[in-house]
């Protein structure tokens, strides 16, 4: 069965600061990629999704994601990360005949002002 | 539009009770889900719901889990004789068709004393 790592567990960034946030998964075949996030208080939102094509896919809130396929990997990017961002990120994959989504264990990001 | 809504959002009880999880999914979406997300984790797959019928229940962790969508929307998370590991985060998530993106909702937070 597919999983997920997500390699880092708590990102401590300044405003303004650039954001790279890893994730890898096992799963050899064709997968679909997700990365949602979950800010205080709230629930699970969607920011990108990877299904085919172009492997840059940009998301909601300047957001980005780099699809490898060699690397197994697809990392979350921002550029400048604002305070705002202070939430927590979870990367999660399907598989085309499958469809329990499986996800990592989370990176949490905050943010100082 | 409305998101998936689940009631309660919070739920406290005692070892060896039975207890009853309510989701409604995004009207129209024809695919159901459930998940559990334990403190410091990611969400773990429990069920899944294609129209009325459970299409993989491979995630529900024993016998004293089970779900139901009779009429194809509303779907309930049962969970007999609760025990204190019970204790997470039950998310529901749907989707349009079954390779769709999933919308998540608040959760329950079941705290079993």
């Known amino acids: 069965a597919q999983s997920v790592s997500q390699h880092n567990h708590h990102v401590i960034l300044s405003e303004a600061a650039s954001l790279e946030l890893g994730c890898n998964y096992s799963y050899g075949g064709t997968v679909n990629l997700f990365w949602y996030v979950q800010y205080p208080g709230q629930h699970l939102q969607l920011l990108l999704k990877y299904f085919s094509g172009d492997p840059l896919v940009k998301g909601i809130k300047g957001f980005e994601a780099e699809f490898i396929k060699s690397k197994f990997s697809f990392n979350l990017r921002k550029p400048s990360v604002q305070w705002s961002d202070t939430a927590e990120y979870f990367c999660?994959?399907?598989?085309?005949?499958?469809?329990?989504?499986?996800f990592g264990a989370g990176t949490r990001l905050t943010v100082k002002p | 539009g409305a998101g998936v809504s689940q009631t309660p959002s919070n739920k406290v009880t005692e070892k060896g009770k039975y207890v009853e999880l309510r989701c409604d999914p995004i009207?129209?979406?024809?695919?159901l889900y459930w998940y559990r997300q334990s403190l410091g984790q990611g969400p773990e797959f429990l069920i899944y719901f294609q129209g009325t019928g459970a299409a993989d229940d491979s995630g529900l962790p024993n016998d004293r889990f089970f779900a139901v969508r009779p009429e194809g929307s509303v779907s309930t998370l049962k969970i007999q004789r609760t025990e204190r590991g019970d204790s997470a985060v039950y998310l529901c998530?749907?989707?349009?068709?079954?390779?769709?993106?999933?919308?998540f909702g608040p959760g329950t937070r079941l705290t079993v004393l």
């Open positions: 009207s129209g979406h024809t695919a």
């Open positions: 999660a994959v399907t598989t085309p005949n499958n469809n329990d989504m499986r």
């Open positions: 998530a749907s989707s349009l068709i079954d390779t769709d993106t999933q919308y």
